[in-house]
């Protein structure tokens, strides 16, 4: 029976691995991530940047705008990689410089007022676009404040203090569980893409072995098959040859990504600063070091959640008939699956409830649920092992009934509806 069972696992295996479909959508793979993480410079190669630049003409009425201007919009521009803003001064006419302006430049006028000290006009050929805005209001509005003081005659130490930022502390009363800015920011960011892999080989999971199996009862070579071995040999056998192409693809996946990051930096250790901004968020809110704690849990998770939802798609596969009645039991799984998805993402917005607490115990949602609501603080390490408990349990549940269901299915061919045989099925006594 062992024999049987692992050459069945090989040949399942062996199918996938050399699939047309397999290598073809490999090279997609490899081809779309490395575009992507390398999207800036291939929007270079073309003649584009996403590094883009501004020239701002400043005409300087005041005789004392231009340099605070300048020294502002640098300050703000300097750690966004993505911005460049390049300001000079200028003695042409303006309306010389109006008619030759550039869809890249943008014309400032300052002008002396008696009432709000300094007016400043802003032209351009098209609408500017609003990050770069931003930072010319921001820009604007130093220039103003430093051209009162001036005006005004202040001590240039006491313009010195008030210019510079205020000094605050933060101090958060209520209790460990609230998250922090910087969390908030990573489980908005980093989590989503962190979890999206694994929600993406999962659907590619259900879909494969529910496939699988009912293309084999479609073209009536389940008879062949379970004339030679059990039903629960033919059920282990997919379900293990599954999993083990999804963690192949997963960690393909991650050759991928290393292959492209390589591509980006040239080899080189170099961060972009835009990456090392969130990268220094992580770091300070906790969330690296909560990773790590949680991890051998996290990979335990996702080893059962992939068996759990690996048996669920056979076992209901084994009641279909045709490829119509497969969609019918595939809706079901797959909006589970995007409930546990959504609920990890927004696992913030239920602070301190006790159904969203329930729902990380829940199998099939706990997968998502749980690491997510380790990482804000709302349940501990304890709560994350019942979860993991409560899987293995469903998972010997599934195997002890789902047998059931399988032998009884796998040969039905009856027109009947196919939750009608799911439930005849699981009545059964025939072991």
């Not at 069945?8 to 793979?29: A, C, E, H, P, Y």
């Not at 059990?230 to 192949?248: A, Q, W």
């Not at 979860?387 to 796998?410: A, E, P, Q």
Request: charged fraction near 20%; glycine fraction near 4%; charge should be neutral.
């Amino acid at each position: 029976m062992n024999n049987k069972f692992w050459y069945l696992t090989k040949q399942s295996l062996r199918k996938k691995l050399k699939s047309k479909w397999f290598v073809g959508v490999n090279i997609m793979l490899l081809v779309v991530i490395v575009a992507l993480i390398n999207i800036n410079s291939i929007i270079a190669f073309f003649g584009g940047d996403f590094s883009e630049k501004t020239k701002v003409l400043v005409i300087d009425n005041t005789e004392i705008s231009y340099s605070v201007f300048k020294e502002s919009i640098e300050e703000l521009i300097k750690e966004d990689d993505t911005k460049e803003i390049v300001v000079n001064k200028t003695k042409e006419p303006e309306k010389q410089i109006s008619k030759n302006l550039e869809d890249n430049q943008v014309l400032i006028v300052f002008d002396n007022d008696e009432t709000s000290f300094v007016t400043a006009k802003v032209i351009s050929n098209e609408k500017i676009d609003n990050t770069t805005y931003q930072y010319i209001s921001q820009g604007l509005n130093t220039a103003k404040t430093s051209v009162a003081l001036i005006k005004t005659n202040t001590d240039p130490v006491l313009l010195a203090k008030i210019s510079s930022p205020m000094d605050t502390e933060r101090i958060v009363l209520s209790d460990e569980k609230n998250v922090d800015e910087n969390m908030e920011m990573v489980m908005g960011s980093i989590f989503p893409t962190l979890i999206l892999p694994f929600f993406m080989l999962i659907i590619f999971l259900v879909q494969m072995i529910g496939g699988e199996i009912c293309e084999e009862k479609t073209t009536k070579s389940m008879e062949i098959i379970i004339s030679n071995v059990s039903p629960k040999t033919h059920l282990l056998s997919k379900v293990l040859s599954s999993n083990l192409f999804v963690i192949l693809q997963g960690l393909l996946l991650v050759i991928y990504a290393a292959i492209g990051i390589l591509i980006s930096t040239k080899g080189q250790l170099s961060i972009d600063p835009n990456v090392d901004s969130l990268l220094t968020a992580t770091v300070e809110s906790g969330f690296l070091d909560k990773i790590l704690t949680l991890l051998p849990a996290i990979i335990i998770m996702m080893i059962l959640s992939f068996l759990a939802y690996s048996l669920i798609a056979g076992i209901l596969a084994s009641m279909t008939t045709n490829m119509e009645d497969f969609s019918q039991i595939q809706t079901p799984i797959m909006l589970v699956l995007l409930a546990g998805y959504y609920l990890a993402i927004m696992a913030g917005m239920f602070d301190g409830s006790t159904f969203i607490r329930i729902l990380s115990y829940v199998p099939f949602l706990s997968c998502l649920v749980s690491p997510s609501l380790y990482i804000i603080g709302q349940i501990n390490m304890i709560d994350v092992l019942i979860s993991i408990l409560v899987l293995i349990v469903t998972i010997f549940i599934m195997i002890k009934y789902g047998l059931r269901i399988y032998k009884v299915g796998i040969l039905n061919y009856s027109n009947e509806k196919i939750w009608s045989r799911f439930a005849k099925a699981l009545k059964s006594k025939d072991m």
